[in-house]
């Protein structure tokens, strides 16, 4: 499925995503990653820095679930897909790579990488923007602020 430029605008805003994997006895997990990015027309890459029980998961179960929210405007997206494992020797591995070192500034490295092949998407949207309709996003930004103390 093609990303739309809304969603590759939200990855570039959002700090963290968090990726969902399950075992081949079908227990979950979720795991915060910092570095993500948009990879081709239906791909998410994200670095394999500290992820064993990620990796562990996707070389049993290929089905995962990605999401990621600009935390002040409180929007983003659920993006759900298949993932591989793409390790030093493969043939995208010094593309991919390139892009994600570019985020880490080389200071995290990482051995191998997760390819989301993107099937689904879905907005996540908080539910203030539902429960008064009239909400702005500059409204919503202020609300956050003043929550996060920031």
Excluded: R
Excluded at 31 to 40: C, G, H, L, N, V
Excluded at 117 to 139: C, D, G, H, M, R
Aim: net charge positive.
């Amino acid at each position: 499925m093609e990303i739309a430029e809304d969603v590759k605008k939200y990855i570039d805003k959002s700090v963290l995503c968090w990726l969902a994997t399950v075992s081949k006895e079908n227990i979950p997990n979720v795991s915060p990653k910092e570095i993500f990015s948009f990879y081709k027309h239906d791909t998410i890459i994200v670095a394999n820095i500290a992820s064993p029980q990620t990796v562990k998961n996707i070389n049993q179960n290929k089905n995962v679930c990605i999401s990621f929210i600009d935390i002040l405007v409180q929007k983003g997206y659920q993006l759900k897909g298949t993932a591989k494992i793409i390790k030093k020797s493969h043939t995208n591995f010094s593309e991919m790579e390139k892009i994600l070192t570019q985020m880490t500034g080389g200071n995290f490295p990482f051995a191998s990488i997760t390819a989301i092949t993107v099937l689904q998407i879905k907005p996540i949207i908080a539910p203030k923007y539902i429960l008064f309709p009239n909400t702005t996003e500059k409204e919503q930004i202020e609300s956050a602020k003043k929550t996060y103390n920031l």
